[in-house]
């Protein structure tokens, strides 16, 4: 007997559960190395270089990595649709650990452990785009004309205002680049608060129907205690008639 070939998507989600992990770290490691190669300008060159190779190698794992994937994919063209991030990766490889966000749709939690599970996912991705977002921001506008972001701490400082949509305006990109991700950074900041908002109302209103739920079961178990009782009473009250007339029909 002959063994039924695994279909393409059963082979995606097989090859998926396999590399993600290792893909993410490996995202990671490029995020760590081109944090190094941005913040350490006084990098020797040979360290540097090596750098640079590394940052070339993990790029194009991530190349053959979303070949692969759009290669097992059923419907190709709708696969790098829906996977923007994987996407994002080939272009820049340190978007890859943003896929901590797909958990919030992808899963199916119970409502108890929605809103701690949400968190989690929003805190590591805040996390991780102020990271980001901050290293690529140094890059752009360190020594521009008019730049107000000359060292990694003003880059972090200027990360975190935007994302949280605070916006002091003490220090603002001058270049092209350095608005788009501040652009990137303040859609984010908007969405992560709204995803936080929606589990916790969520959260509030699923307890609500808990408890209209345990409230309607008690007064159904309170009214039909109170029915017995009626019943029982109802038969002592019947037993005691009929007892009435049977000693009158023996009288008469």
């Known amino acids: 007997m002959t063994s039924q070939r695994p279909s393409r998507e059963d082979r995606g989600h097989a090859y998926a559960n396999r590399a993600d992990t290792f893909m993410v770290w490996l995202s990671?490691?490029?995020?760590?190395?081109?944090t190094a190669?941005?913040?350490?300008?006084?990098?020797?060159?040979?360290?540097r270089a090596v750098c640079a190779v590394l940052q070339v190698v993990i790029w194009l794992i991530f190349v053959v990595?979303?070949?692969?994937?759009?290669?097992l994919a059923d419907h190709r063209l709708r696969w790098l649709l829906t996977h923007?991030?994987?996407?994002?990766?080939?272009?820049?490889?340190?978007?890859?650990?943003?896929?901590?966000?797909?958990?919030?749709?992808?899963?199916?939690?119970?409502?108890?452990?929605?809103?701690?599970?949400?968190?989690?996912?929003?805190?590591?991705?805040?996390v991780l785009l102020v990271w980001v977002c901050s290293v690529a921001v140094?890059?752009?506008?360190?020594?521009?004309?008019?730049?107000?972001?000359?060292?990694?701490?003003?880059?972090?400082?200027?990360?975190?205002?935007?994302?949280?949509?605070?916006?002091?305006?003490?220090?603002?990109?001058v270049t092209a680049g350095g608005r788009a991700i501040?652009?990137?950074l303040m859609v984010v900041g908007l969405a992560l608060v709204a995803i936080i908002t929606a589990s916790v109302a969520s959260w509030f209103v699923s307890n609500s129907r808990g408890e209209n739920a345990e409230g309607i079961t008690a007064r159904d178990v309170e009214d039909r205690q109170r029915i017995m009782e009626l019943e029982r009473k109802l038969d002592v009250l019947l037993e005691a008639h009929l007892k009435r007339e049977e000693e009158d029909n023996k009288r008469g």
Do not use: C, H, N
């Open 182 to 184: 501040g652009i990137v």
């Open 138 to 173: 140094l890059a752009a506008e360190r020594g521009q004309v008019g730049s107000s972001i000359e060292t990694i701490g003003d880059a972090v400082w200027w990360a975190f205002v935007t994302i949280a949509t605070v916006g002091y305006g003490d220090m603002v990109p």
């Open 84 to 126: 923007p991030l994987d996407v994002l990766a080939v272009l820049w490889p340190a978007f890859r650990p943003l896929k901590i966000l797909a958990v919030i749709g992808d899963r199916r939690f119970r409502a108890d452990k929605q809103v701690a599970r949400t968190t989690r996912a929003v805190v590591v991705a805040s």
């Open 37 to 47: 190669i941005v913040v350490w300008q006084d990098m020797p060159r040979g360290l």
């Open 28 to 34: 990671v490691i490029f995020l760590v190395v081109f």
């Open 65 to 71: 990595d979303l070949v692969i994937r759009v290669s």
